[in-house]
């Protein structure tokens, strides 16, 4: 910790208004970087050991731009880790400091309490070092430019994974094996009785039955023989797996998926994430922290903090206004049988048990929310009305936005739906043996929205890249199934015919 001795006192000053308040957070360790180095780290996702890759480059030539340009810039940074990093900006205010520690303690104990988080490894600087250094050692064997590009290619495949897989068991138990003798199971054959007189066979054996019966046999096998046996959703551990990788690619393809699974959760949890941290500092800064002369400034910095445009959702400011309606109405009261049943809007309005159990409320949904549950449980038409959380589009005429439609029962499942796992479409692998040819079939669960043709066709040249032979994905076209496939050099499409409804995750 390289703070001043002022900074150091305000962190401590920080950490025990905290602690009051209820957080329960690990030793957070705080640096202070300059904004080239605060662009640099945060390019690399927080973790500067990280790997080599131009992706890494790009992300901060944008944000270092962004900051030059005064298109915005990056207050603070942490990291999910035990102790919990978290890095300040040289050139803030003392007052921006201050918020920015009372918002990184908000950080630090949704890390530790919240559900989804409690797969995630707490020494994950140790673990990115590790990458790195795996990475350059593959580097100096095979060459930057070839594990450049693979790296290309497994990046670009990084959301194929099942992000719930970290907390359910998909698969089930396997079904039992229909009884057939090693001989029959061997030859295919099917079962003849004995018969002493050959012109009995036709009556004893009919061709009908045995063929009959043969049919039945292979199809049995062939069911048995599914590969993989139940659609999976973890596209990279099959390919980690089954794919023909050598040892270095099979490493690489690895640690894109550690790490992936290692940011899912924050994928997961943004809008209450952030929406618990601005809780926290907001009740922090007012009630303990500021002092008289920073109100005006600390006033203006949420303000733009919390600022959204139509049309647009701001992560801060959505989680932030919900967290505190549902404080506002388990104070009152204003939930369950007895409140949604009130038909009085004047009595809804005034609706009032001094029931007081709204922090114990929001300390609660800190614990157990990701954001698809968190919209779904707390979002109510009274909520949406007063947000505005509508739907937006442009009239052809004017080019303005406009409101489309602000009827909760729509503008709900519309918002739900983006962030339905992690707002990325929903891929399976189906047959990793299609058509009996080693090729890789995967299937869209399509929920309403289409795949995007060219982010798909790209996807599948990186699939063939692993996989080295014919794949194909099946995904809806206006309400139509179609097939996309991809050789190694040529593409084509394939029209099922078939109209598909939306499904759900």
Request: some cysteine; overall charge negative.
């Given at each position: 910790?390289?703070?001043?001795?002022?900074?150091?006192?305000?962190?401590?000053?920080?950490?025990?208004?905290?602690?009051?308040?209820?957080?329960?957070?690990?030793?957070?360790?705080?640096?202070?970087?300059?904004?080239?180095?605060?662009?640099?780290?945060?390019?690399?996702?927080?973790?500067?050991?990280?790997?080599?890759?131009?992706?890494?480059?790009?992300?901060?030539?944008?944000?270092?731009?962004?900051?030059?340009?005064?298109?915005?810039?990056?207050?603070?940074?942490?990291?999910?880790?035990?102790?919990?990093?978290?890095?300040?900006?040289?050139?803030?205010?003392?007052?921006?400091?201050?918020?920015?520690?009372?918002?990184?303690?908000?950080?630090?104990?949704?890390?530790?309490?919240?559900?989804?988080?409690?797969?995630?490894?707490?020494?994950?600087?140790?673990?990115?070092?590790?990458?790195?250094?795996?990475?350059?050692?593959?580097?100096?064997?095979?060459?930057?430019?070839?594990?450049?590009?693979?790296?290309?290619?497994?990046?670009?495949?990084?959301?194929?994974?099942?992000?719930?897989?970290?907390?359910?068991?998909?698969?089930?138990?396997?079904?039992?094996?229909?009884?057939?003798?090693?001989?029959?199971?061997?030859?295919?054959?099917?079962?003849?009785?004995?018969?002493?007189?050959?012109?009995?066979?036709?009556?004893?054996?009919?061709?009908e039955a045995l063929d009959r019966e043969r049919d039945e046999i292979a199809e049995g096998l062939r069911e048995?023989?599914?590969?993989?046996?139940?659609?999976?959703?973890?596209?990279?551990?099959?390919?980690?797996?089954?794919?023909?990788?050598?040892?270095?690619?099979?490493?690489?393809?690895?640690?894109?998926?550690?790490?992936?699974?290692?940011?899912?959760?924050?994928?997961?949890?943004?809008?209450?994430?952030?929406?618990?941290?601005?809780?926290?500092?907001?009740?922090?800064?007012?009630?303990?922290?500021?002092?008289?002369?920073?109100?005006?400034?600390?006033?203006?910095?949420?303000?733009?903090?919390?600022?959204?445009?139509?049309?647009?959702?701001?992560?801060?400011?959505?989680?932030?206004?919900?967290?505190?309606?549902?404080?506002?109405?388990?104070?009152?009261?204003?939930?369950?049988?007895?409140?949604?049943?009130?038909?009085?809007?004047?009595?809804?309005?005034?609706?009032?048990?001094?029931?007081?159990?709204?922090?114990?409320?929001?300390?609660?949904?800190?614990?157990?929310?990701?954001?698809?549950?968190?919209?779904?449980?707390?979002?109510?038409?009274?909520?949406?009305?007063?947000?505005?959380?509508?739907?937006?589009?442009?009239?052809?005429?004017?080019?303005?936005?406009?409101?489309?439609?602000?009827?909760?029962?729509?503008?709900?499942?519309?918002?739900?739906?983006?962030?339905?796992?992690?707002?990325?479409?929903?891929?399976?692998?189906?047959?990793?043996?299609?058509?009996?040819?080693?090729?890789?079939?995967?299937?869209?669960?399509?929920?309403?929205?289409?795949?995007?043709?060219?982010?798909?066709?790209?996807?599948?040249?990186?699939?063939?890249?692993?996989?080295?032979?014919?794949?194909?994905?099946?995904?809806?076209?206006?309400?139509?199934?179609?097939?996309?496939?991809?050789?190694?050099?040529?593409?084509?499409?394939?029209?099922l015919g078939k109209s598909l409804e939306a499904v759900g995750a």
């Amino acid at each position: 910790m390289n703070l001043t001795p002022e900074l150091a006192r305000m962190a401590a000053t920080a950490r025990d208004a905290a602690s009051r308040f209820g957080l329960d957070f690990p030793e957070v360790v705080f640096e202070m970087v300059d904004p080239d180095e605060l662009n640099m780290i945060a390019s690399y996702g927080g973790f500067p050991v990280r790997y080599p890759h131009w992706r890494f480059g790009m992300e901060y030539r944008r944000l270092q731009k962004t900051y030059e340009y005064g298109l915005g810039k990056i207050y603070e940074l942490v990291i999910n880790t035990d102790p919990c990093y978290a890095y300040l900006m040289k050139t803030n205010t003392l007052m921006e400091q201050k918020l920015v520690m009372a918002h990184v303690h908000g950080h630090a104990d949704f890390f530790r309490n919240n559900a989804w988080f409690a797969p995630t490894d707490r020494k994950m600087v140790d673990v990115m070092a590790n990458h790195g250094t795996r990475v350059r050692r593959h580097v100096d064997r095979q060459g930057a430019d070839a594990v450049e590009v693979f790296l290309d290619h497994c990046l670009s495949l990084e959301n194929l994974i099942d992000p719930l897989g970290l907390y359910i068991r998909r698969t089930r138990p396997a079904a039992p094996e229909p009884e057939l003798d090693s001989e029959r199971r061997a030859a295919g054959r099917v079962q003849r009785f004995p018969v002493t007189h050959r012109y009995m066979e036709p009556f004893i054996n009919p061709k009908e039955a045995l063929d009959r019966e043969r049919d039945e046999i292979a199809e049995g096998l062939r069911e048995r023989t599914n590969f993989p046996a139940q659609p999976t959703r973890d596209v990279l551990e099959f390919l980690l797996h089954h794919a023909p990788l050598q040892d270095w690619q099979a490493d690489c393809l690895d640690i894109v998926r550690e790490e992936a699974y290692y940011f899912a959760p924050q994928a997961m949890t943004k809008i209450v994430n952030e929406g618990w941290a601005s809780f926290c500092h907001s009740r922090l800064m007012t009630t303990e922290l500021l002092e008289t002369r920073e109100i005006v400034d600390y006033a203006d910095k949420h303000a733009s903090t919390l600022a959204t445009q139509p049309g647009r959702i701001n992560p801060y400011r959505l989680g932030f206004d919900l967290l505190h309606d549902i404080e506002r109405r388990w104070n009152r009261g204003a939930h369950g049988k007895e409140w949604a049943e009130c038909g009085d809007a004047a009595e809804k309005r005034s609706w009032n048990s001094g029931a007081n159990d709204g922090l114990r409320k929001v300390f609660e949904v800190r614990r157990v929310h990701n954001d698809q549950t968190f919209l779904d449980a707390f979002l109510t038409p009274e909520f949406i009305e007063e947000s505005k959380l509508y739907i937006y589009g442009r009239d052809p005429r004017t080019g303005q936005s406009v409101i489309l439609d602000r009827d909760p029962a729509t503008v709900k499942p519309k918002l739900l739906q983006q962030f339905t796992n992690m707002g990325q479409p929903i891929i399976e692998l189906v047959d990793a043996n299609h058509g009996n040819r080693a090729e890789l079939y995967l299937r869209h669960l399509w929920e309403g929205a289409d795949l995007r043709e060219d982010f798909a066709r790209q996807t599948l040249r990186a699939l063939h890249a692993l996989w080295t032979r014919p794949v194909h994905i099946e995904t809806a076209v206006e309400g139509k199934t179609v097939v996309w496939s991809f050789d190694g050099e040529n593409e084509s499409s394939r029209d099922l015919g078939k109209s598909l409804e939306a499904v759900g995750a």
